[in-house]
């Protein structure tokens, strides 16, 4: 299930949950803001402090500040896939240019970035999203590589093994020409 139809599930759930259940609804949506968004994301903090200083526990307010924090999210997630949709179809046009002066060089070069692209999607067909954000925040830094491949190492431990092993078979698979 997609990221937004997951939050527009919960809305649909927050809909129907009273201020005695409330709190076993956060406790299944926490854990899905966790996995979208990260737990250092601005969205995870803002959900996290819905009626965290509240003394008589959860009131109907905490239910429309849920409310208003999903709307929130589902649009922040249907703006990122819309960027992605747009980047990927932009990647894709400029996978197909190919200028014919050395017919070998061309094709080796087309080659070699639709074998890119591809490994690109593998990953973010099998890696979460929270994770991906991770990874390419790891390989942003000024960390020298020893390091940041420690910490990709890592978060790549925290997806699992099965999730991991899939990825590196489809892209050796991918990458022979098997697929």
């Known amino acids: 299930m997609a990221e937004k139809e997951l939050l527009e599930e919960q809305l649909e759930k927050l809909e129907k949950t009273t201020v005695s259940n409330l ?17 250092k994301s601005s969205q995870y903090g803002q959900f996290n402090t819905v ?10 307010e905490h239910i429309n500040e849920f409310k208003n924090c999903l709307k929130g999210f589902i649009k922040c997630v249907s703006l990122r896939q819309e960027k992605q949709q747009k980047s990927s179809h932009s990647n894709k046009h400029q996978n197909q240019i190919v200028i014919n002066n050395n017919p070998n060089f061309s094709q080796s070069q087309s080659q ?12 973010k067909d099998e890696i979460p999203p929270s994770r991906m954000r991770e990874i390419e925040e790891i390989l942003k830094t000024e960390e020298p590589e020893k390091t940041k491949l420690e910490k990709v190492g890592d978060v790549l431990q925290k997806v699992g093994i099965g999730v991991t092993s899939s990825v590196l078979a489809r892209i050796i698979t ?3 020409g098997i697929f």
């Open 23 to 39: 709190d076993d609804w956060r406790s299944e949506t926490l854990p899905i803001i966790v996995e979208i968004f990260g737990e």
């Open 51 to 60: 009626g965290w200083y509240s003394m008589q526990g959860h009131t109907s």
């Open 112 to 123: 070699h970035q639709t074998q890119s692209q591809n490994i690109e999607d593998i990953i």
């Open 174 to 176: 991918s990458s022979m």
